[in-house]
């Protein structure tokens, strides 16, 4: 394969020399270091050629790395990557909030903690089929599995009914299901409301923070997380509802974190009128799937390269040091079902 490689860009005349190759759940990694005046962006600038010249279902992600070009080719057997492996990998002293986003391409399981400041809220992007919403119910398992209701709850969002069902009922949700837009604004508000409850019996009490309370033994707030399946319809719906939804994101987004509330908006339609510069600003951890086009991913990311992911839970993240690419967790819903009994 490598050799193929090195083949198709001397016949565009590009001089590269291979220099390794790291394989990963669903792609290989080829390592590349470009001859004396190649520029990357002119391997970059000859994907298509590429996927062409070696046949492949997309064009391969060419991007510059510390000392060489990298190049993700898909594996000819991807390999399914479980929740419950990269769990077993997690500290046990871990953050409630915190969970593993995917397997990164080296084999280590990448972890985000929502108490963190650079990755307390989430946006999450990818067409239907890109693994999103099996994406969204790995993250709930991740920190129900670790935790019981007492630490953690759920507020979840779910348009298409489907998705979240099997946690109708749960202890861990703090509120029902949700699964119309004015369930969804409510949903919001009350969130709203709780966070600054939260910040008044913070500051009676003398804490900076939600975390520290509980590390001073005061357990008896959990952590609130609200994951929305699809967020679209809050700001697609106009006038005063869209002003209204941007107004209760930016209030949670800008002090959620503090009282533990923490905000997960996904969406299949990443453009510009729904992922408004004020959600994607206050939404510090980016999960971008499989996207339609390059303007999308350029909305989710800064940069291009999304729309050629491989789906089914092939991904890009950033938590704030710029995209690293990740195989999603893998969690059946008997599974889901099971973690949120409680």
């Given amino acids: 394969l490598p050799l193929r490689v090195v083949e198709a860009y001397r016949g565009f005349k590009l001089a590269v020399e291979a220099a390794g190759a790291v394989e990963g759940p669903q792609l290989v990694r080829l390592r590349l270091k470009p001859g004396a005046g190649v520029k990357v962006a002119s391997l970059a600038n000859r994907a298509d ?3 062409v010249a070696l046949a492949l279902d997309a064009p391969p992600l060419v991007k510059a790395g510390k000392g060489f070009v990298t190049l993700d080719l898909p594996r000819a057997t991807p390999q399914i990557c ?3 492996d990269a769990l077993a990998a997690l500290p046990a002293t871990t953050s409630p909030v915190a969970f593993p986003i995917g397997i990164g391409v080296e084999g280590e399981p990448i972890v985000a903690d929502l108490a963190d400041p650079g990755a307390c809220h989430a946006l999450v992007a990818g067409v239907t089929g890109s693994g999103k919403s099996e994406w969204l119910k790995s993250l709930i398992v991740a920190m129900a599995a670790r935790s019981g209701p ?3 709850r ?3 969002v779910d348009p298409k ?3 979240f069902s099997a946690a109708a009922g749960s202890p861990y949700l703090w509120r029902p299901l949700a699964t119309t837009l004015d369930e969804a604004a409510a949903l919001l508000q009350d969130a709203v409301e709780e966070m600054e409850a939260r910040y008044r019996r913070l500051d009676s009490e003398g804490f900076a923070n939600l975390a520290e309370r509980r590390d001073a033994g005061r357990t008896d707030l959990p952590y609130l997380v609200l994951v929305f399946d699809e967020f679209a319809d809050l700001i697609l719906a106009g006038g005063e509802e869209k002003k209204a939804f941007e107004t209760l994101i930016k209030r949670i ?5 503090a009282a533990g509330v923490h905000l997960v908006l ?4 990443p453009d510009r009128n729904v992922v408004t510069g004020l959600v994607k600003a206050n939404l510090p951890l980016k999960i971008c799937l499989k996207v339609a086009n390059s303007a999308n991913a350029q909305i989710v990311l800064d940069e291009a390269g999304a729309e050629n992911l491989f789906g089914r839970g092939d991904l890009l993240c950033d938590l ?3 995209p690293v690419r990740a195989q999603g967790l893998y969690v059946s819903q008997g599974d889901f079902a099971a973690a949120l009994k409680g």
């Fill in 253 to 257: 987004a800008g002090k959620g974190r």
């Fill in 161 to 163: 009914i489907l998705t």
């Fill in 266 to 269: 996904a969406t299949q339609r």
């Fill in 82 to 84: 479980l929740l419950r």
């Fill in 154 to 156: 759920f507020g979840l």
């Fill in 150 to 152: 007492e630490a953690v």
């Fill in 49 to 51: 050629d590429l996927q």
């Fill in 320 to 322: 704030g040091k710029g």
